[in-house]
């Protein structure tokens, strides 16, 4: 009975992209576009090699902008406004998520890989704003990013967090290996599931899975 199997979490942990609004959304492609854009312009490259990078990095670092700051020395604060500065108006507020995250016993934090400026416009977006305790973005952990062990030690240290009484939500499996290394109960939020040993729990409904946590 998933209930049981958190019963013992006192911080709840949610990723903010794909995780807090359903990933049909596409708010990516509209950031992917503008990243590319940055990167033609920052670094003088054309549209294909701007889109290897973009991709590179991410793969390599977790963020592109990880990859621009190690190797081209970019400066990441007109970087994080420019890419996150899309229109929102494919999302719609979620009452029923709200509550039932509110409803969560423990403290309940966002953690993006995005900038806390964006994460709160999301939140706002969907009306969950008033769900969550703390917002951290990715300037919260030095602009080191998850999956970095150094990262997530950051922002919960910052937050006072005890990984081995938390749960952590992501919709990227690679961002749940190092929370389950450090004792946390990982949830997969995704359209399918990906096999992997660091994977306590997977749904494609986020709001379905928090109602069968609650009494």
Same mark, same amino acid.
């Given at each position: 009975m998933p209930r049981a199997r958190f019963a013992h979490v006192r911080s709840w942990v949610f990723n903010l992209d794909n995780t807090l609004y359903p990933a049909e959304a596409r708010l990516f492609e509209l950031i992917d576009a503008r990243m590319?854009?940055?990167?033609? #312009?920052?670094?003088?490259?054309? &549209?294909? #090699?701007?889109? @290897?990078?973009?991709?590179? /990095?991410?793969?390599? /670092?977790?963020?592109?902008?990880?990859?621009?700051? !190690? @190797?081209?020395? =970019?400066? &990441?604060? &007109?970087?994080? !406004?420019?890419?996150?500065? $899309?229109?929102?108006?494919?999302?719609?507020? %979620? +009452?029923? =998520?709200? =509550?039932? $995250?509110?409803?969560? &016993?423990?403290?309940? $934090?966002?953690?993006? *890989?995005?900038?806390?400026?964006?994460?709160?416009?999301?939140?706002?977006?969907?009306?969950?704003?008033?769900?969550?305790d703390a917002v951290y973005g990715v300037e919260d952990a030095g602009f080191r990013p998850k999956p970095r062990r150094e990262a997530f030690e950051a922002i919960f240290a910052r937050d006072g967090l005890d990984p081995g009484?938390?749960?952590?939500? !992501? %919709?990227?499996?690679? *961002?749940?290996?190092? +929370?389950?290394?450090?004792?946390?109960?990982?949830?997969?939020v995704a359209p399918a599931p990906e096999p992997a040993g660091h994977i306590h729990h997977h749904t494609d409904d986020l709001s379905a899975f928090l109602a069968r946590l609650l009494p």
């Open positions: 590319g854009r940055y990167v033609m #312009e920052a670094l003088g490259v054309g &549209p294909e #090699e701007a889109e @290897h990078l973009r991709r590179s /990095y991410w793969q390599r /670092y977790g963020t592109t902008l990880a990859g621009l700051m !190690e @190797h081209h020395g =970019l400066d &990441p604060w &007109p970087y994080l !406004e420019a890419v996150h500065d $899309i229109p929102l108006d494919r999302l719609s507020p %979620d +009452p029923e =998520l709200a =509550l039932r $995250i509110a409803a969560l &016993p423990g403290r309940r $934090i966002v953690y993006t *890989n995005g900038s806390a400026a964006y994460a709160r416009r999301v939140l706002a977006a969907r009306g969950l704003q008033g769900a969550f009484r938390a749960a952590m939500f !992501e %919709d990227d499996a690679r *961002n749940l290996a190092v +929370p389950h290394a450090m004792g946390m109960r990982t949830v997969h």
